[in-house]
């Protein structure tokens, strides 16, 4: 029994007029009191072991989680630094597959610019030969013969200068091209723009394969005028959908050769200033249309999905609609696809305006 209990029970035990009874009550009390007392205790002692093991376990679990921060700090700057490779090597893939389309474009740039050169020779020749005539005129004193060929040449000198200005933009425009783009928006004309692309496309790709052969069409809204664009990376969009468009026709004149003699490969460009209902935005619609083969539904799932091709290993990085999308997605606009087996496809980009 608890010592202080004890004392109580002996004082009560000398006390003379208690009675039995009540001292057998006292001793039965401080017994029960002392059994508390003893539960008590074994209770304090109990907790005070949980509380000294749930101490060395939080001590425990803070260092684990502090080995945890560590892991995810570590994985976390691991994985900025992948995601800067990445950026690195996305950058450099699509400078390569715009060096790619530069040499796709490089014949057809050459025949461009082989045009206006014949001018630039042709006429020269003759104004040198009208010269020639001038001085013997003069010579002679026929005055108002020199004067009507001088006016010739005059005349051809202006066609030789227009002539080496349309050469000039088109080595521009090359040059354009094969730049980063500059980021900035600038007054376009859209229609140019794409006429200039289907040309160079259509002739680069005749360069390359004498026999390829495609009917084009173009029906430009003259009423469009000039529209804020980045020329170069929407031009990039136009030359990516008008390629893969003659390459789908081409496709199908050599699946269709026996049978269908009579197919005719045709692409179309068409532009269309949009003006929606009041409220909406205005928009320039540009389309590229083909009577290829058309997209199966499993391959549509897919096309604008980065390096995607069905093109054989070696012939295409697969890059180019995954760039147009992203590249008409930064201007606000939507790149939309409609297909037919055996029919075609039409690509349509809208850009607000
Ligand atoms: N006009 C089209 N007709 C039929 N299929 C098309 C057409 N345009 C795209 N595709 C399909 O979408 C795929 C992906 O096109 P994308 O332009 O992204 O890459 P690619 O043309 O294969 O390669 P790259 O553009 O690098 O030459 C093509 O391989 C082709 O299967
Ligand atoms: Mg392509």
Redesign the pocket.
Known sequence: MNQHLQNIFEILQQIENLSDEQKFSTAKSLKDADKELTILEFKLDRTEKVKRTTAILLEETIEELEQKRKAVEEINTALTKSLEELKAAQAQLIQSEKMASLGELTAGIAHEIQNPLNFVNNFSEVSSELLDEMRSELDRGDIEEAKEIATDVILNLEKILHHGKRADAIVKGMLQHSRSSSGVKEPTDINTLADEYLRLAYHGLRAKDKSFNAILKTDFDETIGMIDIIPQDIGRVIL?LI??AF?AVDEKKKQTLEGFENYEPTVSVSTELVIPPPGGTRGVKISVKDNGSGIPQKVLDKIFQPFFTTKPTGQ?TGL??SLAYDIVKAHGGELKVETKENEGSIFTIIIPV
């Open positions: 990516n390629t893969n390459y295409g180019g609609l």
